[in-house]
């Protein structure tokens, strides 16, 4: 990646080229892979190659993602990497501009809606992971009644602890650690709420 930092989205384009779902699906898988072709990604959304390729020049059109380094011997594919190391959106940078909220607003559904089916296929596939798996998938829910400046400063704590055990994956990953790591999702929401 060329970015070691998130990347901010502030214009309602990139916004609304990231909720499309199809494209949302592709830079998820591209950010896990950390570098793939078209066939390789076509393969994981069961998507035609054509469609695949349309979709990826159209993350880097907006600049969520790059060209990589060939690792084909003939050359002829074309490898893909995310720009940085994810994105993020920030209200104060959307909330005065109604087409950008609309526009996160979207991408933010199909972002719960892919978290969501994703956690729905960990739970109808659990016992197919090995007892160590089930016993380290985490699932819970905490109700606090806290301050919008408490909400901040959690937040950044929890994806401070979040990031630094990815990097660690990441290094040992490259180390050539591989010894059994999965892909392991966390999802994380902190909103207020009206009962």
């Keep these: ?49 054509s469609l695949v390729s349309y979709h990826l020049r159209k993350l880097a059109d907006h600049g969520l993602i790059e060209e990589a380094e060939t690792r084909s011997a003939d050359g002829r594919e074309r490898w893909w990497r995310p720009s940085s190391y994810g994105f993020s959106v920030r209200d104060e940078d959307i909330r005065d501009a109604p087409e950008m909220v609309a526009a996160s607003a979207a991408l933010g559904r199909t972002i ?31 109700l606090p009644r806290l301050t919008a400046a408490e909400l901040t400063a959690l937040g950044k704590e929890l994806e401070a602890v979040i990031e630094k055990y990815d990097r660690r994956a990441r290094a040992a990953e490259e180390a050539g650690d591989t010894e059994g790591r999965e892909n392991v999702a966390l999802h994380l929401h ?6």
């Design 112 to 142: 719960n809606a892919q978290r969501a089916e994703l956690h729905s296929r960990f739970l109808d596939e659990r016992l197919t992971w090995s007892d160590e798996w089930r016993s380290a998938s985490l699932s819970s829910e905490w």
């Design 1 to 49: 990646m060329t970015s070691s930092t998130p990347r901010r989205i502030t214009d309602a384009g990139t916004l609304k080229a990231l909720a499309h779902p199809l494209r949302m699906r592709l830079y998820r898988a591209l950010f896990v892979a950390r570098t793939a072709t078209a066939s390789q990604l076509a393969d994981q959304v069961d998507e035609a190659v």
């Design 190 to 195: 902190g909103f207020p709420y009206r009962s």
